[in-house]
């Protein structure tokens, strides 16, 4: 992650990036921050989106090496297209002789690190695994997004939070945006707000001893 971070700093990037594993938040996070730095808001002729399997790896090749309109990048973006898996060899080749001025980023949940598509984009890009956080990783980004809305919590009253949703981020923020609204006019959150308005998940939970 501090890869893409020191890319987007510098401005300098990778001509493929790979975003992969169960961590969904992060994911679109770091994606959306690659698609910030690289693609102006107004500018729908280079960029490029496909959600899926099925993709035609030959239609993909084709529209890289398509120089740019007026835009220093061409900027390809694949949502779980599955070449991770199977299908990707086309592609893996590609990738040794990429257009310099496109930069294609796949975001996957599963891959095979064992295939050649996975090998060439580490030879060649960029690959970064979004796995699930720790517990006091979570706790520290729970403390982090309230303080940025002016409110506190205590570590046993994050602690109670993560037991309630469980460690995926996503479902974490959302319930977060839930405990904001509710705690308008509060600056600590306390155990019972989190009672009040939180969802309990019934798998995926931290454990309180």
Known sequence: MQRINNDIKSGQFQPVYLLYGEERY????????????????????NNHFYDGKGIFV?????????????AQHRVIFMDNSGLFKSGGEQMAEYL??????????????????????????????????????????????????????????TESTALLLLNKTGTDMENINMELEKLICYCMDK???????????????????????
């Open 96 to 153: 040794g002789a990429q257009n310099e001025s496109t930069v294609l980023i796949f975001t996957e949940t599963e891959v095979d690190k064992r295939s050649k598509l996975f090998k060439a984009v580490q030879a060649h890009g960029c690959a970064v695994e979004f796995t699930q956080q720790d517990e006091n990783t979570l706790k520290r980004w729970v403390a982090g997004v309230l303080g940025r809305e002016g409110k506190k919590i």
């Open 58 to 70: 030959g239609e993909i090749i084709d529209l890289a090496e398509t120089l740019p309109f007026l």
């Open 187 to 209: 600056e600590v959150v306390e155990p019972q707000d989190v009672e009040a308005v939180c969802t309990t998940r019934v798998s995926n939970h931290i454990l309180i001893w």
């Open 26 to 45: 992060l994911k679109r996070q770091y994606r959306d921050k690659l698609k910030t730095a690289l693609c102006a808001p107004d500018d729908n002729m």
